[in-house]
């Protein structure tokens, strides 16, 4: 296990109560506003102490109550990038990548040039931070946190303090790196969208209790978590891969890991690139016939596995149709079409968004 944690920790009235691992790849913290999420990073930062428990990262234990093991912060190898970049102000961005850079094997591949590249900072290296943009420091940020060459990577909201535009253009610097350094991170966000995109694993943490903890996939389709997970903005994610483009309607098929067919319009794609899809669970309406004449393309047979009340009036079902989706509509319909478990369904997809290719 890449990360073996639990720790018990109270300040003021609040107390967490973390035990989870994680594995290699990214594990997202998500949880709500004072949920624990960054008591947590700095009790794994070694910045608060715990009261109680342990913290093993790839085999290494930096925290141990029972065998008085407290390793310092400094000592602990984590590489952190928070929601405020904390960059050096009279330092340049090179000075600032460099401070501080950890030993680095020959075989490490996370290099100054190669950092440099993907996070696209080349431009800046002789400027100071106080003339960056905002998505600009964060960029800096991740990159003097990669070159202190951690054994793990912590990014507490690392995009909450940038507007739509900057989260954009951040998050698929986040993923390239994910994928050419596969450096372990754990990344903290309130935001479903971004850990749809982004987490191999969820935990879900709420008023300091873990809630959860699995692959992302199973998380987002468990109706019992939709109150943690997401809420109104819940819902399924979908793996699947581009089969074919037609260029005069902007269409992509595509297609699931279990055979389901979906149309999205888009940009063209090559065959076989591989799309992590989302799809709110208030984006999909439910039909016991067969629709026609419909303005929906993407119609899936199916049955209700699952249901439990949500929200106000409003009922939430887990479907198969080939593949797990939540769908939400009112109770009212739900008792009006006389929906339970294994009932037959038709599955009206409104709207999909691709949220990973
Ligand atoms: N030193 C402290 N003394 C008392 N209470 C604290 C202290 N530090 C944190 N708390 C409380 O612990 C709870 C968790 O705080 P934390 O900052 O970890 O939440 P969070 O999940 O990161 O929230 P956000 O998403 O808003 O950043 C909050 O209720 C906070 O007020």
Redesign the pocket.
């Known amino acids: 296990m890449m990360l073996e944690i639990r720790l018990k920790k109270t300040?003021?009235r609040?107390h967490l109560n973390a035990t989870f691992s994680a594995e290699h790849g990214l594990t997202a913290v998500f949880?709500p506003?004072?949920?624990?999420?960054?008591?947590?990073a700095k009790t794994l930062a070694g910045l608060v102490t715990p009261d109680e428990g342990h913290i093993e990262i790839g085999g290494r234990t930096l925290y141990n109550t029972a065998k008085n093991i407290n390793i310092p912060v400094h000592q602990r190898h984590i590489g952190f990038v928070f929601q405020e970049h904390r960059l050096f102000p009279h330092y340049s961005v090179r000075g600032n990548l460099t401070y501080g850079r950890g030993p680095q094997r020959s075989s490490n591949p996370i290099t100054f040039d190669k950092v440099v590249e993907i996070l696209g900072i080349g431009s800046l290296l002789e400027r100071k931070p106080a003339s960056l943009s905002g998505g600009e420091r964060q960029r800096v940020a991740i990159g003097r946190a990669l070159l202190s060459h951690p054994k793990i990577l912590i990014m507490d909201?690392p995009l909450s303090s940038l507007d739509e535009g900057r989260k954009a253009e951040i998050l698929p610097l986040i993923e390239a790196l994910k994928s050419e350094f596969d450096l372990p991170t754990l990344y903290i966000s309130?935001s479903i969208e971004e850990i749809t995109r982004l987490a191999d694993t969820i935990l879900l943490l709420d008023n300091g209790e873990m809630k959860a903890a699995g692959p992302t996939g199973d998380i987002l389709s468990r109706l019992d978590l939709i109150p943690y997970a997401g809420g109104y903005d819940a819902g399924t994610l979908i793996e699947a891969k581009v089969t074919s483009y037609e260029p005069g309607h902007h269409m992509l098929t595509l297609e699931t890991e279990s055979g389901g067919k979906l149309l999205i319009t888009g940009g063209a794609k090559e065959i076989g690139t591989p799309v992590r899809l989302r799809i709110r669970a208030r984006d999909v309406a439910l039909s016991k016939s067969e629709p026609k004449s419909l303005s929906i393309l993407n119609r899936f047979k199916g049955r209700v596995v699952d249901h439990c009340s949500g929200a106000e009036g409003m009922e939430e079902l887990l479907l198969d149709v080939g593949f797990p989706l939540t769908a939400r509509i009112t109770r009212k319909s739900f008792e009006e079409m006389k929906l339970s478990k294994d009932t037959p369904i038709w599955a009206l997809v409104k709207a999909v968004t691709i949220s990973r290719s």
């Open positions: 300040v003021g609040f949880g506003s004072g949920a624990g999420k960054t008591l947590l909201e309130h």
